[in-house]
């Protein structure tokens, strides 16, 4: 109810909005910027090809919520 009154009926698309741009900004960050020191069995770098097409789902997902809340 106070999900409802708070944001209406697009309260599904603005969580898929936060998901997706998370998922986005998260992959990119792990390509641009590895951790300095990864710790004992952890990668040196994130794998590029796994990591590039999260990337894409999340901008998939970010530009389907965007088209969704303007349409609407």
């Known amino acids: 109810m106070f999900a ?17 741009g ?3 900004l998260g992959n ?3 390509l641009v910027k590895p951790p ?3 710790k004992e ?3 040196a770098t994130a794998p ?3 990591t590039a097409f999260m990337a894409l789902i999340g901008l998939v997902a970010a530009v389907w919520a965007l088209a969704s ?3 609407h």
């Open 22 to 24: 998370a998922l986005l």
């Open 36 to 38: 300095p020191e990864p």
């Open 28 to 30: 990119i960050l792990a």
């Open 4 to 20: 409802q009154s708070l944001l209406g009926d697009d309260l599904i698309v603005w969580l898929v909005l936060a998901l997706g």
């Open 41 to 43: 069995g952890e990668l």
């Open 48 to 50: 590029r090809s796994r």
């Open 69 to 71: 809340l303007v349409s």
